[in-house]
């Protein structure tokens, strides 16, 4: 891990002693923290007015009960967050996330992250996230229904299209996102199309949104490769997880003439020699909501299914990773695994999913790395973009959408890449990434004044 300018380690001690049992936020903000010394070196007015410090400290923490009943009447009490982090540039914008690992800390270590890759969509929204402890695995519609129906009570005061724009993420689909704004849209009494995206194309959704993360993170990992002269066709690519991100990954991939020879779900993971059935994959993980292994048996072909206790799908040799799965996914272990396989190029579909220990890995031995607040920002530009068709009552082409999807995500690519090179470390797209979103951030906080 990279040391902290001296300038700057009060600022990570006062956020480790503020956020106590918080790892993964003072993680996030190490990470970024370590990527500015070189700015307040040649900038020294950003270290004025406390601004860094501001920047780390979250504008508005919203914690909440959530009690509903389950379809045996019993009474169920879940835990509910909104994290409103930071607002310069435009209204919060940021995802809910429905998991048992839910806490204040992952949700403050999302939003901040997303802070800064909003930031570097260069659209004019700022950085929050949410979620709930609840887990919707196992559980019927109707309590799925009740269940977001009684958050949203709670959370539609602290909600607005000027506000705060929620979105989905880990557990929160089309389904979610649809009954937490018929909740929000009865509580209201507005049909306020802009406060939620995410939302099916029946009443204001984008197209082009399930695919955005996956197909942005695909088209940062292509500008990548073409800085050194090549491109996906006839690389092998493995990508972890198999939800949205991952399916749409894997489909831009193809498309590209990559062959996906690997992926993922919490029980474990399948390697198909032969390149990844997408059609058969899409209807296990999307329509009949299987086990990975599932697939393993349909296909047969002498496709392997391995038990998540019995190895890592990082073993598998490939040209370009791409972590698409959850936070601190790849460890410093699987990140050396990779290299000495000879992996060229890594892409993070999901969010912080490597450990700072493998993100070392990766720089020490030039692999190029593309960070998650960078790589995998196409799901909220393509957001931004329904916030536009929402607020001109417009609705898109497919084809409208992903190339401005395409030329967003080339953007953010080239503003990471020429960051790096301005301030001395060329090719180090997590030092553009970080300090490009940090300078548009600071710059509006700055003309703002202390608020």
């Given at each position: ?17 503020r ?29 004025e007015q ?29 835990r ?54 609840f887990?919707p ?25 000027q ?81 949205n ?42 329509v ?23 190895g ?17 996914e ?48 196409g ?18 082409t ?6 401005r999807?395409?030329?967003?995500m ?37 003309m703002?004044?202390?608020?």
């Open positions: 891990m990279n040391s902290i300018d001296e300038k700057l380690q009060p600022v990570l001690a006062e956020v480790i002693r956020n106590a049992g918080e790892p993964e936020f003072h993680q996030a903000v190490h990470e970024v923290l370590e990527s500015l010394g070189r700015v307040v070196a040649k900038h020294p007015h950003y270290l406390a601004l860094i410090e501001r920047i780390c400290e979250p504008e508005r923490q919203i914690i909440f009960r959530i009690p509903w009943t389950d379809d045996q009447g019993q009474v169920q009490i879940n509910g967050f909104r994290v409103q982090f930071n607002s310069a540039l435009g209204p919060y914008k940021g995802g809910m996330r429905f998991h048992p690992s839910v806490n204040v800390g992952i949700i403050k270590f999302l939003g901040f992250e997303q802070t800064f890759k909003n930031a570097l969509t260069g659209m004019p929204i700022g950085g929050g996230k949410g979620g709930s402890d887990d695995k196992g559980r019927s519609d109707a309590e799925i229904m009740r269940f977001c129906q009684s958050l949203m009570t709670e959370l539609h005061r602290h909600l607005g299209e506000t705060d724009v929620p979105a989905g993420d880990i557990g929160v689909g089309g389904r979610e996102i649809g009954y937490m704004f018929g909740q929000y849209k009865r509580l209201n009494n507005r049909f306020e199309a802009g406060v939620f995206t995410g939302k099916a194309l029946a009443y204001g959704g984008s197209r082009a949104r399930t695919e955005a993360t996956g197909y942005g993170n695909t088209y940062f990992v292509d500008s990548m490769l073409k800085t050194r002269g090549t491109n996906f066709d006839g690389k092998t690519v493995v990508v972890s997880g198999s939800g991100v991952a399916i749409y990954s894997i489909e831009k991939v193809q498309s590209f003439g990559g062959k996906v020879i690997a992926c993922s779900d919490s029980s474990g993971y399948i390697v198909d020699e032969n390149g990844i059935d997408l059609a058969l994959l899409k209807e296990i993980k999307t009949r909501r299987e086990r990975i292994s599932e697939y393993a048996r349909r296909r047969g072909n002498g496709v392997h299914f391995i038990a998540s206790d019995k890592s799908i990082w073993d598998v040799p490939c040209d370009v990773a791409m972590p698409s799965a959850t936070q601190n790849l460890s410093g272990k699987d990140a050396r695994v990779l290299v000495k396989n000879g992996v060229i190029a890594v892409g993070e579909g999901a969010n912080m999913p490597s450990t700072p220990e493998a993100v070392k890995v990766f720089r020490d031995a030039s692999v190029l790395f593309a960070p998650g607040k960078a790589a995998n920002a799901g909220v530009a393509t957001s931004a973009l329904e916030m536009q068709q929402n607020a001109s009552r417009d609705s898109w497919f084809e409208q959408t992903e190339a999807l395409a030329a967003i080339r953007s953010i690519h080239d503003t990471c890449h020429e960051t790096a090179d301005e301030y001395g470390a060329p090719g180090d797209y997590v030092l553009g990434a970080n300090i490009a979103g940090f300078v548009r951030v600071a710059e509006a906080m700055r703002l004044g202390v608020i």
